[in-house]
């Protein structure tokens, strides 16, 4: 009887850890950023990460601005009136951009990475640039044509563009679709200011340290989104989206609060980035933000936090 019990209990335990769900873990060091992924399955195939590690590599190769081998490298460096052939991912991304220049009246400009090229730490140089209007003529979407769906040039070679202020969602709209083909039920990426999980529990911070800061400070509670971007005003490099085009002003901000919540990593990561450069006079005379995707804003205004945000973020609220 002692050995029969024994039997059942070694079976029961095998059976329980078989079929018991086991967190893969893996981390990548990517375009200056870490990009995290957890999957909780019962038994993963292994090739997934070799995937992902190759759509990884493929995207670096379209769209890294820094790398000498990425097309866009190459795009930058193009000279005047020259066509060049575009993979998709560049021709979509592109579109995006421009469609968020248009949006925003010309606040948002991929093209202020015409100034940032080797500067982007240096904030002297870029003001003394900015208000200088040394680059102007550089400093317009026009400046890139497209003569078909996929064919681009640019009209001056000093033109050149990055796509930073979408980049972490583009890698997690990527991976979410890798996993989501695998049928994988559970699993959490987190890459730069851009966040997915399903049906995940999450111990992770939220945000970073300074953003949480904030929330404390407004005595706010929010509870867990599932997809979420948010403003890193803890990044000490200027970026696209820290240049107001229409202005000509640099937008650096250490005491603000911008979280975009949708079911789109794409476009909660550009979002969160170009908010930066709304009219907060404007926002500050509204009741709510003016959209139906969830969007929280809380900024600094002399010694007094102003917070606003969108009627669909109501439910966020603890």
């Given at each position: 009887m002692f050995r029969l019990f024994l039997t059942l209990t070694i079976f029961l335990n095998f059976s329980l850890f078989s079929f018991s769900n086991e967190d893969y873990s893996k981390d990548y060091n990517l375009l200056g950023n870490k990009l995290k992924i957890i999957i909780k399955t019962t038994n993963l195939d292994k090739k997934v990460f070799k995937r992902i590690k190759k759509t990884l590599k493929n995207i670096e190769l379209i769209i890294d601005p820094y790398?000498?081998?990425?097309?866009?490298?190459?795009?930058?460096?193009?000279?005047?009136?020259?066509?060049?052939?575009?993979?998709?991912?560049?021709?979509?991304?592109?579109?995006?951009?421009?469609?968020?220049?248009?949006?925003?009246?010309?606040?948002?400009?991929?093209?202020?990475?015409?100034?940032?090229?080797?500067?982007?730490?240096?904030?002297?140089?870029?003001?003394?640039?900015?208000?200088?209007?040394?680059?102007?003529?550089?400093?317009?979407?026009?400046?890139?044509?497209?003569?078909?769906?996929?064919?681009?040039?640019?009209?001056?070679?000093?033109?050149?563009?990055?796509?930073?202020?979408?980049?972490?969602?583009?890698?997690?709209?990527?991976?979410?679709?890798?996993?989501?083909?695998?049928?994988?039920?559970?699993?959490?990426?987190?890459?730069?200011?851009?966040?997915?999980?399903?049906?995940?529990?999450?111990n992770m911070p939220s945000y970073n340290p300074r953003i949480q800061e904030i929330l404390d400070i407004n005595q706010i509670s929010l509870k867990k989104f599932s997809s979420y971007s948010y403003l890193d005003i803890t990044d000490k490099k200027v970026r696209t989206f820290n240049i107001n085009s229409a202005s000509r002003k640099l937008v650096v901000k250490d005491d603000i609060v911008i979280i975009v919540s949708s079911n789109s990593p794409v476009n909660n990561s550009i979002l969160s980035n170009t908010l930066n450069l709304l009219d907060f006079d404007t926002i500050k005379k509204l009741k709510f933000i003016n959209s139906e995707i969830p969007i929280l804003i809380i900024y600094k205004e002399k010694d007094f936090y102003i917070r606003r945000y969108s009627k669909s973020f109501q439910q966020y609220f603890n």
């Open positions: 790398n000498s081998s990425s097309f866009l490298y190459r795009f930058n460096a193009l000279e005047k009136n020259t066509d060049i052939s575009a993979p998709d991912l560049f021709v979509d991304t592109f579109n995006l951009m421009r469609n968020y220049n248009k949006i925003t009246q010309n606040s948002f400009n991929p093209t202020t990475f015409s100034i940032l090229t080797n500067n982007s730490s240096d904030l002297k140089k870029i003001k003394f640039y900015l208000d200088t209007g040394l680059y102007d003529k550089c400093l317009n979407i026009s400046n890139i044509t497209t003569k078909i769906r996929n064919v681009f040039s640019k009209k001056l070679s000093c033109t050149k563009i990055s796509f930073d202020s979408a980049i972490h969602g583009i890698i997690v709209e990527n991976i979410k679709y890798i996993l989501e083909r695998e049928n994988l039920e559970s699993f959490y990426i987190s890459f730069g200011n851009t966040v997915y999980y399903k049906n995940f529990e999450s």
